[in-house]
């Protein structure tokens, strides 16, 4: 019998948008078999930034149980999908800081041969989403791993427009993901939990 395929979703959301795609994530990952783990990374605001937000400060109470991402939530994963909304065309802080502490990790090659991919949500039309997803590439490009993304492979990509990763525009999150956006992760989910679990069989092998 196959293993189970393990499959790490960490995200930063400040006002929720980025959580609730990585919700649809999660619950495509799930639907697969997989064994899934859901983990924020750390907040790095000032609590007056938060509390100047209402709807910041009340997502933070909403996510309070969500356990924080740890390096070994890296080694664990055969698959490990990240997100983060943009900022300037980048990754939030918190999730680029979350990565920066993986040095060790890459040093000793164990993030190589695995399966990444990721997901995005800007406040305004187009807004970096492509160069989001594209500099998380980068990075998984240094650790050795296997980017994979949606690309075209369902019809439905054609309305979503974004081969590079699961997209949705929040109109500075006004906007909760459409179905359009819920079924791109969904996708991203799909195709990386089933490369995984190949290339996880292959290894095996």
Request: overall charge neutral.
């Amino acid at each position: 019998m196959a293993a189970q395929t393990k499959v790490a979703v960490i995200y930063y959301s400040s006002t929720g948008i980025t959580y609730q795609l990585a919700q649809a994530v999660c619950e495509a990952a799930g639907d697969t078999g997989a064994e899934v783990r859901l983990r924020k990374v750390r907040e790095l605001a000032p609590d007056e930034a938060i509390r100047s937000n209402s709807a910041w400060q009340a997502h933070r109470r909403q996510t309070q149980d969500v356990p924080e991402a740890e390096p070994d939530d890296l080694t664990w994963a055969d698959v490990v999908i990240f997100g983060s909304p943009t900022r300037y065309g980048l990754v939030a802080a918190q999730l680029k800081q979350f990565i920066d502490t993986t040095g060790p990790l890459w040093t000793r090659g164990a993030l190589a041969d695995k399966v990444y991919s990721a997901f995005t949500s800007t406040a305004t039309l187009h807004g970096g989403q492509e160069t989001t997803l594209t500099s998380l590439f980068s990075v998984f490009y240094h650790w050795g791993g296997i980017v994979v993304t949606p690309g075209y492979t369902d019809p439905s990509q054609f309305v979503a427009g974004n081969p590079y990763g699961a997209s949705h525009t929040s109109n500075n999150a006004e906007v909760a993901p459409d179905s359009t956006a819920l079924g791109a992760a969904a996708l991203t989910a799909r195709r990386a939990v089933r490369i995984g679990a190949a290339l996880k069989q292959g290894l095996a092998g």
